[in-house]
């Protein structure tokens, strides 16, 4: 039950349906006016007759008043608009629920409505989109695809030899800081000769490093392989050449070496005299010069490795005959 409601029920009485009486008068001229003004310029209950304007030469009629509605409360005069308010705190907070649930249906509603829209297909239009290869974007068929690739390589070709018609573009002008012109193929060739002597003196720089027996040894191969052009494949036991490189190849552990005349070895490969007597051998071959004194000043590491490798070639060969005999 609302508010207006329950005062009305038991604090307020039914209106009388009498119609009050309405009291005339005269006027000095014999005018006859009606107490109600249609105008609605008596506002006032009965007593005010008095302070109603008069109009003279005319006569009013009389009008009927309206109904006081059922929704007036009787004691204030106004009207009850809208929903009327709760009464007891059980109904506000029902209301209130109420009101929660809907404004959540309808954010929920919204929320669904946008995720419907996200996931929708997007509708592009492809009228005038065009691919990397001429052809049109879209659903289309393969002599379509075809003619529109065929057409931009002949706009690309007739756009070509307009440019070559026309000279071309031009050759591009480099300038310095201050504004002069670069020559770039001249900047082209000291770049390139400058590269070329920066080879050079690091070919010449590993060259120093190196010893004389080294780059003798180098100079030598590299003859051999211009030598090597001419010599054919098939080389067979007959070949002088051959014969002698293989009985000048010295081999320190040749047992049968001391049969073989050699010519005596009185010079390095690099021109320079060289120690005729005795001597430690050496993993490189290199023979002493003619100065050396007969006296082995190194730390015997030569020693060791060539034992090492004795010992390690005693060992295979052991090995070997141990697994034959089981």
Do not use: C
């Amino acid at each position: 039950m609302s508010l207006a409601d329950y005062l009305a029920k038991n604090y307020l009485t039914a209106d009388s349906d009498k119609k009050s009486k309405k009291r005339k008068r005269k006027n000095k001229d014999g005018l006859k006016i009606d107490d109600d003004d249609i105008s609605g310029w008596n506002k006032g209950g009965e007593d005010d007759d008095d302070d109603v304007p008069t109009i003279a030469g005319m006569s009013l009629n009389k009008t009927k008043k309206k109904k006081k509605s059922k929704a007036t409360d009787g004691i204030s005069g106004w009207t009850t608009v809208g929903v009327a308010a709760p009464s007891t705190a059980a109904q506000i907070a029902a209301d209130a629920a109420a009101a929660d649930a809907i404004i959540a249906s309808t954010a929920a509603d919204r929320a669904n409505a946008a995720a419907a829209e996200d996931e929708a297909p997007e509708m592009v239009d492809t009228e005038g989109v065009f691919l990397e290869s001429g052809a049109r974007a879209g659903l289309q068929t393969g002599a379509q695809v075809a003619a529109a690739m065929k057409r931009k390589l002949e706009i690309e070709k007739k756009e070509a030899a307009e440019a070559a018609k026309d000279g071309g573009a031009g050759e591009t002008i480099y300038r310095d800081a201050s504004g002069r012109v670069i020559n770039v193929a001249m900047k082209r060739a000291e770049a390139r000769k400058k590269l070329e002597e920066e080879e050079k003196k690091k070919r010449e720089q590993e060259k120093a490093a190196r010893g004389d027996v080294q780059n003798a040894e180098a100079l030598k191969r590299k003859q051999e392989l211009q030598d090597a052009k001419g010599v054919t494949i098939a080389r067979y036991a007959d070949d002088a050449e051959l014969n002698d490189e293989l009985k000048e190849r010295d081999r320190w552990n040749d047992p049968a070496a001391g049969f073989v005349r050699k010519k005596k070895a009185g010079r390095s490969i690099t021109g320079k005299p060289l120690y005729q007597g005795h001597f430690q051998p050496n993993r490189y071959g290199i023979r002493p010069g003619h100065r050396w004194d007969g006296v082995d000043r190194g730390n015997g590491f030569e020693s060791q490795w060539f034992q090492s490798r004795s010992q390690k070639a005693n060992k295979a060969n052991m090995e070997y005959a141990w697994q034959m005999d089981e």
